[in-house]
């Protein structure tokens, strides 16, 4: 069979707030190859993303994602890898075609799984999918009363892992961001899994940083993510050697497998965060996981949008028994969760898992694609290059 | 003064080829402050940094362009150098921004340039700019025997370097490959500075590339230029460490300063070639500058299309005498050749220097901006979020 049709669909809440919440908007797209259509999902910005799919060609090495995509073979894994490698040659200038193969790439695998009948974490030679620990993903209050409040609450949904991240912290003084890791500790109590996210908020200074890991210490908090920018390996590496007990995460900006690499090498990261819907999709994220269980760095999903998303963020380490732990997104905002008709909801354990049935598993429900359904028009030279599908 | 207007104009050739040549369009930034106008140019993708610029947010790492640039503050160089951090703050999660930012930056420091009547070299501390020795930057043939003749032309139009690279070269035999390496040298004659370069044709495929070694060391080739993709760092360290006296070069893929660095690190580059228009601008790119000097690595930059992209390319490494080679397109399409009223010729020594004329020097001519202008128009959600602007 031959990939026919590659639609995206643009969804939105009807007001997008300036907060560190992901899950406000949606880029859906559809692939339809041999009569079935497979569903993947693009990491932000869908316009951006829409537009490198579209764009005229600026020369030989900057091409539109569509002309490595549209009309190609697709009977095989090994398509799969063959269509990524090409977005890569034929689009190696148009920086953003990145995040656009990520949705096309998981697209393809759940095609791919619908037309064999395999769930795709089968198709990647997994046996069984390991139940993974959810840790309840949301932002810190906008005060430490805020963050107690929400702690308390997901300790009463049943979670035992929780990440609070970006809104005030580290913004202010020590004392503030104080205040809000203990608030965040006494609403989960002593014994869960606190996770704290700084969202890139000191660039790259070190002794910003270092000034909060004491309180970070003394409120048990296993990994403070992102203290800096990506590429700040000087200053990760730096903090990494004093932070002990507490861990650093990073790794969800990378949007090729060769940057999570690096910082894997260099950057003293003992957790590696990946958006599948970034990183070129499941096909990278996997290559990224192998990496990081070569070397002792253990493998966590980056994901703050749907269940769509969140499964085919989980496929990469279905397999891998010691990285239990998995990104939850536990408030995502009505549009990502309404786009699909089931979800991966915890079991009695607390626990979450794959389904077993086959592509991604996933039920898109396209009454609510229509109801977010963002109407979009791009225009060049008198030609429509795109404009919002039906569905 | 403050930002008041920021607009992009998006020129091609009436027809874009499927070759290697990245002068077939352009996208043109314009922004004025104080009734003083700055131009500057992004690399690349014009339709897809357009939509960067204007793109509805997704949250609040993951907002357009435009929000941290339209009304700024521009008074001081500093004032650049914060809009850029916000940029790169609050669209952190908008991959294309680093390519629209790098146009913007360049029209402030223009803008800048003009208002403070200076040439911005002086405003980053250069006494008088060294000039530069240009090399010939040119496609292979389809065939030998045309690399042969294109490498008699441009010697005998006075280059006294000149570098091959793309078409046919490293996609057939090793023969193949060593007689279009043959041809050019033997067109420019035994004394010219030889470059080759093979576009990351390879990936990260040492085997194949080092079969290319010993043509390129009879034919006294000064630099490889990416063999492989700009990740793959153990690739270029393992061709790297046998290449000599050939000098491996790359970068131009660093869309981040810590990109750039991490190649020099780590990837056994002699050379490190920066592309203005995508590191995220001047400021950027001078950045690197400093850092190649302090480990030892010589800057080069990168340009493969218009004057005022190439003035504003020579700027980082303006100061550095003995970084004496640079990029030159010798034959850009007209799109990009007639842009500019005024161009860097060659002196009598076949050399070329940034002229002192303030900002950045450079006379756009808008009836060539008329004549290859692109209609385009984004619409989203019945709002017209860009329409191509009035010249």
């Keep these: ?47 951006v993303s829409i537009a490198s799919y579209v764009t005229p060609m600026s020369h030989s090495a900057c091409k539109p994602v569509r002309d490595s995509v549209l009309g190609q073979r697709l009977e095989s894994a090994g398509d799969i890898l063959r269509i990524g490698n090409e977005v890569r040659a034929n689009s190696l200038d148009l920086l953003q075609a990145d995040h656009t193969l990520s949705g096309i790439d998981m697209a393809m695998w759940d095609l791919l799984g619908k037309r064999q009948q395999q769930p795709v974490w089968a198709m990647l030679g997994v046996k069984h999918p390991e139940p993974k620990q959810p840790y309840a ?101 730096a903090l990494a050697a004093e932070a002990a007990p507490v861990v650093l995460a990073g790794g969800e900006g990378s949007h090729n497998v060769w940057q999570a690499q690096h910082m894997i090498d260099h950057a003293g990261i003992g957790f590696v965060q990946i958006d599948a819907g970034r990183i070129g999709g499941i096909s990278q994220a996997a290559a990224v996981a192998q990496y990081a269980m070569s070397r002792g760095v253990t493998y ?47 079991d009695a354990d607390g626990m979450i898992s794959l389904n077993d049935r086959p592509g991604l598993g996933m039920d898109i429900d396209t009454d609510a694609v229509r109801r977010y359904l963002v109407d979009a028009e791009i225009r060049v030279g008198g030609e429509v290059l795109y404009r919002t599908p039906e569905i």
């Excluded at 990440?163 to 002593?190: C, H, I, N, T, Y």
């Excluded at 048990?220 to 590429?231: A, D, I, K």
């Design 1 to 47: 069979m031959r990939i026919d049709e590659v639609d995206f669909f643009y969804l939105s809440m009807p007001e997008v707030l300036d907060i560190g919440d992901g899950s406000q908007d949606v880029l859906l797209v559809r692939i339809r190859a041999g009569g079935i259509t497979g569903w993947g999902e693009c990491e932000a910005s869908p316009l």
């Design 137 to 237: 993903s949301q932002l810190f209050g906008d005060t430490a009363q805020e963050t107690l409040e929400a702690a308390k609450s997901v300790r009463a949904e049943g979670y035992h892992a929780a990440k609070f991240g970006w809104g005030p912290f580290g913004r202010g003084s020590v004392e503030d961001d104080s205040a809000q890791v203990e608030a965040a500790r006494e609403g989960l109590g002593p014994d869960a899994i606190l996770l704290v996210d700084a969202g890139t908020v000191w660039i790259d200074d070190v002794e910003v940083a270092r000034q909060r890991l004491d309180v970070l210490r003394r409120a048990q908090v296993t990994w403070l993510e992102e203290p800096f920018v990506s590429g700040a390996f000087a200053s990760y590496r």
């Design 300 to 346: 966590v999903n980056h994901t703050f949008t749907s269940h769509l998303a969140l499964s085919a963020s989980l496929v990469p380490f279905a397999g891998m028994a010691e990285d239990v732990i998995c990104e939850y997104p536990v408030a995502p905002k009505s549009v990502a969760r309404d786009l699909t008709r089931n979800h991966l909801e915890r």
